[in-house]
């Protein structure tokens, strides 16, 4: 959940997303940008040597590394992500290399550019972007953060998604081990 702002409406937006996940497929783990509270890079050496020294880097690095998957639920703020999902990303490199993701963008537009750009930075960093949904006022979504029709298409879409996230963690799963 990338919103850290007061009042947010991301916990809904996320929670929908966790109950769409199938248990059988996931154990559904939510980590919470506002929770996570990490400030601004603070790391003395750049991300990809790997060398953190601060604990709150070394426990979101573990958080990213042991997570087969990772949805990232993210609003869109002036036609783009929230600042501290890009801090979040900043912080790591390794960890980001062929990890799974999909993303969850909502806002007036289906957060169109959030999402584009999510994707865009996630992508430099190596990770496999499976896919995206966008969730819109008030097609999808109301200003609360209700979704506004559980049997909907978007729900038939993050289900999509969902499945393609799991045949890739199934995928890096069958990959041989190289000697």
Do not use: C
């Not at 993303?103 to 550019?113: C, E, F, K, L, P």
């Amino acid at each position: 959940m990338s919103s850290t702002r007061p009042g947010r409406i991301g916990d809904k937006v996320t929670q929908w997303v966790s109950e769409q996940a199938a248990p059988e497929q996931w154990q559904v783990k939510v980590l919470d940008l506002a929770e996570i509270d990490l400030p601004f890079f603070d790391e003395e050496d750049m991300p990809k040597n790997g060398n953190y020294a601060k604990p709150h880097t070394q426990a979101w690095a573990s958080s990213v590394f042991e997570s087969d998957a990772i949805v990232v639920v993210t609003p869109q703020y002036n036609r783009s992500f929230p600042a501290p999902v890009k801090n979040a990303v900043d912080y790591l490199f390794a960890e980001w290399h062929g990890k799974p993701i999909g993303i969850v963008g909502y806002g007036w537009t289906g957060a169109a550019d959030a999402r584009a750009d999510l994707g865009k930075v996630l992508s430099h960093v190596q990770a496999d972007v499976v896919g995206d949904l966008g969730l819109s006022f008030p097609e999808q979504l109301t200003v609360d953060g209700s979704v506004v029709d559980a049997g909907s298409e978007a729900t038939d879409e993050l289900r999509r998604l969902l499945d393609a996230l799991h045949a890739k963690v199934l995928d890096l799963d069958e990959v041989p081990a190289q000697s």
